[in-house]
């Protein structure tokens, strides 16, 4: 049992509660969280280590969608334009893949330990990642995915999501849990997603999907037309959209689905997308892929929740979990800076555990699991409300961490 102080502790619950001067008394789950005198009083039996003026304790962070098979990607693909880097993906998609050997994984895993994020959403596309992300120590939502336009094929491809789907579900652990993600409404047959669906509810496995992530995407799903016509005649001679928008957002309405991107969702859709699960926002992503920036008024208005992505290296050029707050805070111009900053803090850790489906993760308080980072900041704040804007202008990595009570840095 062991109680950590500090001046300052983010308690990540819905009314931002800060504790200063606080204490955390732990040891796999939280036993008590309050003033520093009072949890020392209490609990005499604890080792208490006091954490250096102007150190804040925070939950463990969540990072709920990353592509760790393409960590090897840095100059590799096209940006600019989301569907010419989609080709660029699928034409370098095989070497990208073939190169990211244990090094790349245990690097892009180790980056986001640093930063703090103690689990994350990984998307599965062959099964590559599923060696280091069971070995992290993080805890780990696995999305084994399952695309394919071809239904001629359908067999195959629902052969080998078998496969990764049964290899996943040998290593479910407290901190591994197998789930399932539907590449997307342009890429994944009716037949092949109402499959992987059917195996989500029976199974009762998270699902995500990438949903309205460009301009391509709408056009080609609103209209059948646009650059993915083009695209995708290289695969079909005569390519029709499988879907309206709304038909696809109807198949995950009994499952609890984390939507990826959903920047060019309309009023209605992202209703929709609040009654059947929540949405990843991925800043860096959208900018560089020249995807518009989501609407973070409108996601609030039509309550929905949205958590914070990285997104791979193949659309990122790091997995540092505050690089990407940063560029959150400093991209929506829409939203007061001081608001927002607590809004993205909220983001990354009671929003990222709703949406992974982390019930023991909600926020720092009694019986939850002692997942816990400390951040050094380099001054004294001088008033609380900047805390959460200071620590996503300040830090780049955390000074300690916890995963069910256990330090690992
Ligand atoms: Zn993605």
Redo the contacts with the bound molecule.
């Keep these: 049992m062991k109680i950590l102080t500090a001046d300052y502790i983010l308690v990540c619950d819905e009314d931002f509660s800060i504790i200063k001067d606080g204490a955390i008394c732990f040891d796999e789950k939280i036993i008590e969280i309050g003033k520093e005198d009072e949890v020392i009083k209490n609990n005499p039996y604890a080792v208490v280590k006091h954490l250096s003026k102007n150190s804040v304790i925070m939950p463990g962070l969540i990072n709920t969608?990353v592509?760790l098979e393409f960590s090897t990607n840095k100059t590799d693909l096209i940006y600019g334009d989301f569907t010419k880097w989609l080709e660029s993906v699928i034409k370098n998609r095989d070497i990208l893949k073939n190169k990211c050997n244990e090094y790349f994984y245990e690097t892009a895993i180790e980056q986001m330990l640093q930063s703090g994020v103690t689990a994350f959403g990984a998307?599965s596309s062959f099964g590559g990642d599923l060696e280091a992300c069971v070995d992290s120590p993080q805890k780990v939502i696995y999305f084994n995915e399952i695309l394919g336009s071809n239904p001629d094929v359908k067999n195959d491809i629902i052969k080998d999501f078998n496969n990764r789907i049964e290899k996943s579900i040998q290593f479910s652990s407290d901190l591994f849990t197998p789930a399932i993600s539907v590449h997307s409404a342009y890429s994944t047959h009716p037949e092949i997603a109402k499959y992987a669906i059917d195996m989500s509810k029976k199974n009762q496995m998270l699902m995500s999907t990438?949903f309205m992530e460009s301009m391509a995407e709408r056009e080609w799903l609103d209209s059948g037309k646009g650059d993915f016509y083009a695209l995708l005649k290289n695969f079909n001679p005569n390519p029709k959209p499988m879907y309206s928008a709304m038909e696809y957002l109807e198949m995950f309405e009994e499952v609890k689905t984390l939507f990826?991107h959903g920047v060019l969702a309309t009023k209605k859709e992202l209703e929709m997308i609040g009654q059947i699960g929540t949405l990843a926002h991925?800043f860096v992503?959208n900018r560089i892929l020249n995807n518009p920036l989501l609407d973070l008024n409108l996601v609030k208005s039509k309550n929905v929740i949205y958590s914070i992505?990285t997104?791979?290296l193949s659309s990122n050029n790091s997995l540092n979990i505050w690089d990407e707050l940063r560029a959150g805070l400093f991209a929506h111009f829409e939203k007061d800076v001081i608001s927002l900053a607590k809004d993205l803090i909220i983001a990354v850790t009671r929003n990222g555990a709703i949406s992974l489906g982390m019930k023991n993760n909600l926020c720092l308080k009694k019986n939850q699991s002692a997942d816990i980072v400390t951040v050094l900041l380099p001054d004294e704040v001088s008033d609380k409300e900047q805390l959460a804007l200071e620590l996503i202008l300040h830090t780049k990595k955390i000074k300690s961490g916890y995963i069910n009570g256990e330090r690992y840095i």
């Design positions: 969608h592509h998307i990438h990826v991925c992503s992505g997104d791979g």
